[in-house]
Structure formats: structure tokens, C-alpha cells
């Protein structure tokens, strides 16, 4: 016997269901995951315990939630780069998802360590990690297409290391209040040690007519 699929949510349920995940995201930054408490959530949402269940079975499928939106926030659209040269395509990768995860790096911390004895939480992470090195791959291949970097290396292997780099460095740079790094240097750095690693060549000029 089929199961019927569930009835979409009416605006208002919608917007119940953001302020849920808003609030979600503030408290178990302020108290930690296992110190939150789903009374705690809802308060800061301004709804009735009750209403919680409504729309969450419990604080772990929340916070898989809270984890979806922030891994989306990771890896945005990059902006159209017509006229940008392969290092300004590198840069816009790496300050997008430095500054996201600076913006973000207290609940991603929280949310990582959680991936340890959450498998679902863990899954959600495989994809957006998976997701990234895809993009990344693509690049390297544009760019071995376009003849500014050697074909010598796999490019799958090439976007693993270099997408690595970049999160552990987020991960131990603005995950831990002990350290402390300029993002601007850290995005300028990342991008030099890219373009060297795939021994990047000048944008070939296209001759005038």
C-alpha cells in the first residue's frame, strides 16, 4: 500500500518553518548542540513547543536542516566571469567560500563535529564536500582545455587536493578562536598557492583583428 505524499506547506507554515530553523541555527550556536533543548528553539522563535512537532520530529533532524542551508551558503553561483582572467576565476572560488565560511564558522564547526555520530548529518557533508570538488574539477578541466595548465596531473585529483586544502584551512583558521588570520591575505595566499600548484599560465591574448 502506497504512502500518500505529504501536502505542501501554506505560507504561513512556511514562514513558521524558517523561523524554526533561524532560531535553530542562533541557539545551538550560543549553547552547542547537545546543550540545546528543543524549548530553548522554540522560544526563540516565538512559537509553542507544540508547534516544533509540527514541522520537526526532533533536534537532530533540525539541525540537518540548519546544516543543508549552511552547506548551500558554501558553494554559491559564482559571478560571471567574462573578461576575468584564470586567476581572478580562482580568487572568485576561493573568497567565496573563505568569506562564507568565516561568516558561518561557529555553527559549521558545531555542525562538523556532529557528522562524527550523526550518519545523516555526515551524508549531507559528503554531498556538499562532493559537490565543491566537482566544481573545482570543472575548473582545472576548463583550464586544461584552454591550454593554461598542464594536462600532466588528473584533474579529479588535482580539485581533492586543492578543495581539501582550502577547508581545513577555513576549518582551522576560523573554526578555532586561538587562531587568527586576515581573510584577504588567506584568500590572496590560497590563490597564489593554486595557481602554482597547477602551474598556471598567463590568459593567452586574443590578437586583434
Given amino acids: 500500500m502506497s504512502t500518500a505524499a505529504p501536502k505542501p506547506l501554506t505560507r504561513r507554515a512556511e514562514r513558521t518553518r524558517a523561523k524554526l530553523v533561524t532560531a535553530a541555527r542562533k541557539v545551538f550556536e550560543k549553547h552547542g548542540v547537545l546543550e540545546t533543548r528543543i524549548v530553548d528553539i522554540a522560544k526563540e522563535a516565538g512559537v509553542a513547543v507544540g508547534s516544533f512537532y509540527t514541522y520537526f520530529e526532533s533536534k537532530d533532524e533540525l539541525l540537518r536542516e540548519v546544516a543543508a542551508s549552511l552547506y548551500g551558503e558554501l558553494i554559491p553561483p559564482l ?69 593554461l595548465t598542464p594536462k600532466d596531473v588528473s584533474a579529479r585529483l588535482a580539485a581533492h587536493m586543492l578543495a581539501g586544502m582550502v577547508h581545513e584551512f577555513c576549518y582551522t583558521a576560523f573554526g578555532f578562536e586561538s587562531l587568527r588570520f586576515d581573510p584577504e591575505e588567506a584568500i590572496s595566499a590560497l590563490t597564489t598557492l593554486w595557481t602554482r600548484a597547477l602551474a598556471l599560465k598567463p590568459e593567452k591574448k586574443k590578437s586583434k583583428p
Avoid at 79 to 97: K, Q, S
Fill in 79 to 147: 559571478p560571471p566571469d567574462v573578461g576575468l582572467d584564470p586567476r581572478a576565476r580562482i580568487e572568485a572560488g576561493n573568497r567565496a567560500y573563505v568569506s562564507a565560511y568565516q561568516k558561518n564558522a561557529r555553527i559549521l564547526t558545531l555542525v562538523q563535529h556532529q557528522t562524527l555520530s550523526d550518519a545523516t548529518l555526515r551524508g549531507l557533508y559528503e554531498e556538499a564536500r562532493a559537490a565543491f570538488i566537482a566544481r573545482v574539477e570543472r575548473s582545472i578541466r576548463r583550464l586544461q582545455r584552454e591550454g
